[in-house]
């Protein structure tokens, strides 16, 4: 892409599996140029995460890569061979960014600690994800997303109630991890325009999601109150959650006072019922309330329910399963579909970045994306951009 905020900028991304290559890709959405170095024994852990896999038998891709390496270049290199050695120092001493996720101690021992990414170019900024941080009494352990979602407290939040603790259906703390990655790599250039010095950007699975407790978390580091899984039903709002109707179920968000006003008719109670008066009342006779609603919504279907409650300014939707977002009207106007030609595959529908940019004048800038790269498929020209045979 070479029309992007951050165009000029080079990044060297080091990382595999799903945080590190996230931040990356959100980096190379703005306009960086990302050269992602693989190993040549099958490069990136995603490339065989599957099935589905897609393409030409004798060229196989895996969605999953597909989910998170758009924007990039690939090149191979065994960074434990003198090749891969010489080639990775002359891409680091042009380089703005370097992104890693390897496990603490596994950069020094390949002859790239952070002091040496230093020597060699003074204004790098390394970006340094891992799973439950580089320090600490725990600081060693591998970490897999799944494993840091139980561990960092999301797991006990999520599911139909406490006694079944429920992963979140994509890997959450690797996407968060990733975009505080990017986040930070933005701040660390910003700054390096007034120092002229790049700096290690650090953080982890674990910062990510407890980084995204929220209210749960203030909710026992202030209140002394630990928050359990509930299902669909709000814990500090009500009504607020997926209730049950005629043909399925509809989510609906009275988040104020004045949206309950506007609700409690549709559903035969009048606004100051005492037993739902306030907010407080209603959360803590949540499923007497719940109950009152369903009855309501019993005889209506979504269609109905939805139509009535935009007339009457209360948010309300529906639960759309995956191919009704992709073909959704909203969300191609959003500009989260993109369509990019594949080396193997052809021209194929990607989710397009979450960033809109307009400019001063109102026009808004488009991007040119690029597909995420074979295994190797830059390795001549990056070889001869950097001079080599």
Same mark, same amino acid.
């Given at each position: 892409?070479?029309?992007?905020?951050?165009?000029?900028?080079?990044?060297?991304?080091?990382?595999?599996?799903?945080?590190?290559?996230?931040?990356?890709?959100?980096?190379?959405?703005?306009?960086?140029?990302?050269?992602?170095?693989?190993?040549?024994?099958?490069?990136?852990?995603?490339?065989?995460?599957?099935?589905?896999?897609?393409?030409?038998?004798?060229?196989?891709?895996?969605?999953?890569?597909?989910?998170?390496?758009?924007?990039?270049?690939?090149?191979?290199?065994?960074?434990?061979?003198?090749?891969?050695?010489?080639?990775?120092?002359?891409?680091?001493?042009?380089?703005?960014?370097?992104?890693?996720?390897?496990?603490?101690?596994?950069?020094?021992?390949?002859?790239?600690?952070?002091?040496?990414?230093?020597?060699?170019?003074?204004?790098?900024?390394?970006?340094?994800?891992?799973?439950?941080?580089?320090?600490?009494?725990?600081?060693?352990?591998?970490?897999y997303d799944q494993i840091l979602q139980g561990e960092a407290g999301l797991m006990s939040l999520t599911g139909p109630g406490p006694d079944q603790p429920t992963r979140i259906g994509v890997p959450i703390g690797d996407?968060?991890?990733?975009?505080?990655?990017?986040?930070?790599? %933005? *701040?660390? @250039?910003? !700054?390096?325009?007034?120092?002229?010095?790049?700096?290690?950007?650090?953080?982890? #699975? $674990? /910062?990510?999601?407890?980084?995204?407790?929220?209210?749960?978390?203030?909710?026992?580091?202030?209140?002394?109150?630990?928050?359990?899984?509930?299902?669909?039903?709000?814990?500090?709002?009500?009504?607020?959650?997926?209730?049950?109707?005629?043909?399925?179920?509809?989510?609906?968000?009275?988040?104020?006072?004045?949206?309950?006003?506007?609700?409690?008719?549709?559903?035969?109670?009048?606004?100051?019922?005492?037993?739902?008066?306030?907010?407080?009342?209603?959360?803590?006779? %949540? *499923?007497? @309330?719940? !109950?009152?609603?369903?009855?309501?919504?019993?005889?209506?279907?979504?269609?109905? #329910? $939805? /139509?009535?409650?935009?007339?009457?300014?209360v948010p309300a939707g529906e639960v759309r399963t995956l191919d009704r977002v992709y073909t959704w009207e909203q969300t191609r106007s959003q500009g989260l579909v993109i369509e990019v030609d594949h080396a193997t595959?052809?021209?194929?529908?990607?989710?397009?970045?979450?960033?809109?940019?307009?400019?001063?004048?109102?026009?808004?800038?488009?991007?040119?994306?690029?597909?995420?790269?074979?295994?190797?498929?830059?390795?001549?020209?990056?070889?001869?951009w950097l001079g080599e045979s």
């Open positions: 892409m070479t029309n992007g905020p951050l165009h000029g900028v080079l990044v060297v991304d080091l990382s595999r599996a799903l945080a590190g290559p996230h931040a990356a890709m959100m980096l190379g959405d703005l306009g960086a140029r990302v050269i992602k170095v693989e190993h040549p024994d099958g490069g990136d852990d995603t490339r065989g995460w599957g099935p589905p896999f897609v393409g030409p038998e004798d060229a196989r891709e895996s969605t999953y890569f597909l989910s998170c390496n758009r924007n990039k270049e690939s090149v191979r290199l065994d960074l434990k061979s003198e090749d891969g050695w010489r080639l990775l120092t002359r891409l680091v001493e042009r380089a703005d960014v370097l992104v890693e996720n390897f496990r603490p101690g596994v950069l020094d021992r390949l002859g790239f600690s952070f002091a040496r990414l230093h020597e060699l170019n003074p204004r790098l900024v390394i970006l340094s994800i891992t799973g439950f941080g580089h320090d600490g009494p725990e600081g060693g352990r591998a970490g996407l968060l991890a990733g975009m505080y990655g990017a986040y930070g790599v %933005v *701040a660390a @250039l910003y !700054e390096r325009a007034r120092t002229g010095r790049g700096k290690v950007v650090r953080t982890s #699975l $674990l /910062a990510a999601i407890v980084g995204v407790h929220a209210f749960q978390g203030t909710k026992y580091t202030v209140a002394g109150q630990v928050g359990r899984a509930q299902g669909n039903l709000h814990p500090s709002l009500q009504p607020y959650g997926t209730y049950r109707c005629k043909d399925g179920v509809i989510q609906v968000a009275v988040g104020s006072e004045g949206l309950w006003a506007r609700f409690a008719p549709l559903i035969g109670l009048a606004p100051d019922d005492p037993r739902f008066a306030t907010n407080a009342q209603r959360v803590e006779r %949540v *499923a007497e @309330l719940t !109950e009152v609603i369903e009855r309501a919504f019993a005889a209506r279907t979504v269609a109905e #329910l $939805l /139509a009535e409650l935009l007339e009457a300014g595959l052809g021209r194929v529908q990607l989710p397009g970045p979450p960033l809109r940019f307009q400019d001063t004048d109102g026009r808004e800038q488009r991007f040119d994306h690029q597909a995420p790269p074979t295994l190797g498929q830059h390795d001549a020209a990056v070889r001869e």
